[in-house]
């Protein structure tokens, strides 16, 4: 049983490891679909490969971008220099890269990404025939068939259990090249499925739309039309399985972690390389003591897992289709109905004693506000900041963002606060409310 976590850079990993990753995913912008991201230099990549290992964790090398023959000569460049470095695994979805990365890596395990789009036990053997040691299955697949395809095939099983979800088919996106010409089977989706958008009837007489490039089937009578493009209007079809809108709710399977288990999942994945520090530290704890409970037999959700979780930015939380198609009645989120973060990230604990505390600020921090831990047993206390002080001791104001700063609190600094653990300030609207 492994917690998958994912590592947008060196300092979201490393917070990763600390609250529980049994592993990482990462990887360069230009082979991982994040080429519009800052994340892992090469170098970085080597680093965070020994690191883990340091640790005793895995680091999987996400290669999953549908290349085409441009990227080839580039991406045997990189998995060459890769080689010597022995990642635990790399993600690939294309047969070609899959080829590459059997010959140049020979002693990291191939794994088959969600972009593959593997839903059933017959892709799964044909990609163990291969030589893949494991599968990252598509997000349209439900427990019931995870159970299919574990009691067919002897094949790892990764599952994604947290995040976003793409509203194209496992990942398959052409909504952002049609919209903005960046193409997220390259890396550089726009989320144009996360744009805002109106449903607009098609009027008659004077007020008539002007009809766009009809298809040879019937004449739809509802149309998308997104906000920034007020004169495009894009034809919203129906067939015998639904009518196909976008923007879904966040994956949350926090509470059925358990189901996944007995099924077959070996590998818990969490989506979110491009969210913040205070998530990846957030989301992994709670994980963590999820998939501890499971291991030990215990099937109670701790109410805590699931206020924890509410703290997040989201789009309200689904348990996508692992109980069949759009068991939810609100699959789709409503923008009047985001979930809006209720903490900021406060920073990063460098040095402990029971007087203060040595802080990687992320915002200004000021005496008189409040703060909670991240730490195990006090996640929801309250302490009070007393005084700031710079690294060498002077009183100061407030922290700077990247400055080392000293606090002290209106009590002792309790001994489970440890270095590398986060610190976060209720946002004002959360404590309004």
């Given at each position: 049983m492994e917690l998958l976590a994912p590592a947008g850079n060196m300092e979201k990993m490393r917070v990763a490891l600390h609250y529980g990753a049994d592993a990482v995913y990462l990887g360069l912008a230009d082979?991982?679909?994040?080429?519009?991201?800052?994340?892992?230099?090469?170098?970085?990549?080597?680093?965070?490969?020994?690191?883990?290992?340091?640790?005793?964790?895995?680091?999987?090398?996400?290669?999953?971008?549908?290349?085409?023959?441009?990227?080839?000569?580039?991406?045997?460049?990189?998995?060459?220099?890769?080689?010597?470095?022995?990642?635990?695994?790399?993600?690939?979805?294309?047969?070609?890269?899959?080829?590459?990365?059997?010959?140049?890596?020979?002693?990291?395990?191939?794994?088959?990404?969600?972009?593959?789009?593997?839903?059933?036990?017959?892709?799964?053997?044909?990609?163990?025939?291969?030589?893949?040691?494991?599968?990252?299955?598509?997000?349209?697949?439900?427990?019931?068939?995870?159970?299919?395809?574990?009691?067919?095939?002897?094949?790892?099983?990764?599952?994604?259990?947290?995040?976003?979800?793409?509203?194209?088919?496992?990942?398959?996106?052409?909504?952002?090249?049609?919209?903005?010409?960046?193409?997220?089977?390259?890396?550089?989706?726009?989320?144009?499925?996360?744009?805002?958008?109106?449903?607009?009837?098609?009027?008659?007489?004077?007020?008539?739309?002007?009809?766009?490039v009809q298809r040879d089937e019937e004449e739809p009578t509802y149309f998308l039309r997104e906000e920034k493009r007020p004169d495009e209007y894009m034809p919203v079809f129906e067939n015998d399985r639904g009518t196909y809108l976008m923007s879904a709710k966040d994956l949350c399977m926090i509470e059925h972690i358990p189901e996944l288990l007995e099924a077959g999942v070996t590998s818990f994945k969490i989506e979110g390389r491009g969210k913040g520090v205070n998530y990846?530290?957030?989301?992994?704890?709670?994980?963590?003591?999820?998939?501890?409970?499971?291991?030990?037999?215990?099937?109670?959700?701790?109410?805590?897992?699931?206020?924890?979780?509410?703290?997040?930015?989201?789009?309200?939380?689904?348990?996508?289709?692992?109980?069949?198609?759009?068991?939810?009645?609100?699959?789709?989120?409503?923008?009047?109905?985001?979930?809006?973060?209720?903490?900021?990230?406060?920073?990063?604990?460098?040095?402990?004693s029971a007087e203060q505390i040595l802080l990687a600020p992320r915002t200004v921090l000021r005496p008189g506000e409040q703060i909670q831990f991240l730490s195990k047993g006090i996640e929801t206390d309250l302490f009070t900041i007393t005084a700031v002080f710079d690294e060498d001791g002077n009183t100061v104001a407030a922290t700077k963002n990247e400055a080392m700063a000293r606090l002290q609190f209106d009590r002792p600094v309790p001994d489970v606060v440890r270095p590398m653990d986060i610190i976060r300030r209720p946002c004002v609207t959360a404590a309004a409310n």
């Open positions: 082979f991982s679909l994040r080429s519009m991201s800052r994340g892992f230099s090469e170098d970085e990549v080597f680093e965070a490969i020994k690191l883990a290992r340091s640790l005793g964790r895995k680091a999987f090398i996400t290669l999953n971008i549908l290349p085409h023959n441009r990227d080839l000569e580039g991406l045997r460049e990189h998995l060459q220099r890769l080689a010597p470095h022995r990642p635990d695994g790399v993600i690939v979805s294309d047969p070609g890269v899959f080829e590459m990365a059997a010959e140049l890596l020979p002693d990291s395990d191939l794994h088959i990404s969600t972009q593959a789009n593997i839903t059933n036990a017959a892709s799964a053997k044909f990609w163990k025939r291969m030589g893949a040691a494991r599968i990252v299955l598509a997000r349209e697949v439900s427990i019931e068939e995870i159970r299919q395809i574990r009691d067919a095939v002897d094949i790892e099983i990764e599952a994604f259990v947290h995040g976003s979800i793409c509203m194209a088919y496992s990942g398959r996106c052409y909504i952002s090249s049609f919209m903005t010409n960046r193409s997220a089977n390259d890396g550089e989706c726009a989320n144009s499925c996360r744009w805002n958008y109106t449903l607009v009837e098609k009027k008659t007489g004077e007020g008539e739309m002007a009809a766009p990846a530290a957030g989301v992994v704890k709670v994980y963590r003591e999820a998939l501890d409970a499971a291991a030990r037999g215990d099937r109670t959700v701790d109410p805590r897992w699931i206020e924890e979780l509410g703290m997040f930015s989201s789009r309200g939380y689904t348990t996508g289709m692992f109980f069949g198609p759009h068991p939810d009645k609100d699959y789709h989120h409503d923008e009047a109905r985001i979930d809006r973060k209720t903490h900021d990230f406060g920073g990063i604990v460098r040095e402990r």
